[in-house]
């Protein structure tokens, strides 16, 4: 069966509120180009929400408040065809896909949703206004799907947290899940901006899971001080201009000295102009 197509927020209103009391939704938000981390997010929300008790939706949305003026919202990569395709595939069988940004963010609309405390750091500190725009597009998208459990992806450590503390302090809905990060073959997080990347500079990804499998074995071996973890690691991002290496208690994102808590060691990576994150919690 197709996966049904709502284009509109009315339309996906409509949907939402005939659905009847006791059927539960799944929800998985994306930008598109979905790769096996998003199916997995999906596959995620299907186990939980099996056929025959309710539906799992997905939006695909490219989210123009999330870019920056010098950010790579025009080249970002869509395949819609081929993203329904797998959604279907993977579990979904309702999709939120609005052909106009406008649907999301009217002229008119003066309203945004922040979380200060936890987005001035990491990604948030090279792209202001990102989490700004990611917090106000999933607060209106869940307060239209009204999911009983919406999955997200850990690659996006920082997002997760804050969206973590969005859920919980606007009391929305339902269930927030976070879900490991899946990995190509050669240890790359998996990513839409992969597709984007030549093939010398995807050889030359490799740099960044090469680089936190060296600092998690330095943990094995005992290191917990920043400068032990880090120190002529950050060599090996060299085929790459760095955006940040940074070490910072898993909680509150704040940075570590040495870990004596979970930590989160999280970079940020330029390679032919396509910026990859990657991150590990370290757990003494």
């Known amino acids: ?58 939006s695909i949305f490219v989210n123009p408040t999330q870019f920056g003026p010098n950010e790579d919202l025009d080249r970002y990569p869509r395949d819609e065809a081929g993203d329904l395709a797998k959604a279907r595939e993977a579990g979904a069988d309702v999709a939120f896909c609005p052909l106009d940004p ?12 922040e979380v200060p405390a ?22 209106k998208l869940w307060n239209l799907v009204r999911p009983d459990v919406a999955v997200f992806g850990q690659k996006d450590f920082q997002q997760l947290a804050i969206l973590r503390r969005l859920h919980a302090d606007l009391f929305l809905c339902g269930e927030l899940v976070g879900m490991p990060i899946v990995r190509e073959p050669d240890g790359l997080a998996m990513s839409s901006r992969n597709a ?3 093939p010398d500079a995807r050889l030359r990804a490799r740099a960044i899971p090469r ?11 005992g290191a917990r001080a920043r400068t032990g973890l880090l120190a002529d690691a950050t060599a090996l991002l060299e085929p790459g201009v760095i955006d940040y290496v940074e070490l910072v208690d898993a ?15 999280a970079v940020a990576v330029h390679f032919a102009g396509v910026r990859l994150i990657d991150n590990t919690v370290l757990e003494p």
């Open 251 to 265: 909680a509150t994102l704040a940075p570590v000295a040495d870990v004596e808590r979970p930590a989160l060691l």
């Open 118 to 139: 936890l987005a001035t750091g990491l990604c948030g500190a090279s792209r202001p206004g990102h989490f700004r725009g990611v917090c106000t597009v999933v607060t």
């Open 211 to 221: 680089f936190i499998a060296e600092v998690q074995r330095r943990f094995t071996r």
């Open 196 to 198: 984007n990347l030549p």
């Open 1 to 58: 069966m197709a996966v049904t197509i709502l284009r509109t927020v009315s339309e996906l209103r409509r949907w939402r509120d005939q659905l009847r009391p006791g059927v539960r939704v799944g929800f998985v938000p994306t930008m598109g180009s979905l790769h096996e981390g998003h199916l997995s997010l999906l596959r995620e929300a299907r186990r939980r929400v099996p056929e025959g008790a309710g539906h799992v939706a997905l």
């Open 102 to 113: 406008h649907e999301m963010f009217p002229e008119s609309a003066a309203t945004w949703v």
